[in-house]
Nanobody, 127 residues
Framework: QVQLVESGGGLVQAGGSLRLSCVGS????????VAWFRQAPGKEREFVTA????????HYADSVKGRFTISRDNAENTVYLQMNSLQPDDTAVYYC????????????????????WGQGTQVTVSS
């Protein structure tokens, strides 16, 4: 069993930055692929980015490429999402999710691929 706790959300002006953290508990977290999804009011949950268990492979949604960076520290059981050049369209609840699959595949962008979810952290970008 893996439990995930996100933190780092908040209110930021357009063009600003935030760093989200996802701390995982459970002995299998370091072997999981981890992703960030987000859900804006009235919209479906969407894939943002993912990282393989080793950190060697990552995948980004086109909307965040070049602005967001995912990384992980398995010694600290933590995955980070560095978000730069934030825009109002980035406003959403951001969720951390872990997949026992461990690697990046074509299914990585699907929420159904993930076995464990955090409670979410709110990110609000003002214009």
């Amino acid at each position: 069993q893996v439990q995930l706790v996100e933190s780092g959300g908040g209110l930021v002006q357009a063009g600003g930055s935030l760093r989200l953290s996802c701390v995982g508990s459970g002995r299998t977290f370091s072997s999981c692929a981890v992703a960030w999804f987000r859900q804006a009011p009235g919209k479906e949950r969407e894939f943002v980015t993912a990282i393989s268990w080793s950190g060697a492979n990552t995948h980004y949604a086109d909307s965040v490429k070049g602005r967001f960076t995912i990384s992980r520290d398995n010694a600290e059981n933590t995955v980070y999402l560095q978000m730069n050049s934030l825009q109002p369209d980035d406003t959403a609840v951001y969720y951390c999710a872990a997949s026992a699959t461990g690697v990046i595949t074509r299914a990585t962008i699907l929420s159904s691929e993930y076995d464990y979810w955090g409670q979410g952290t709110q990110v609000t970008v003002s214009s």
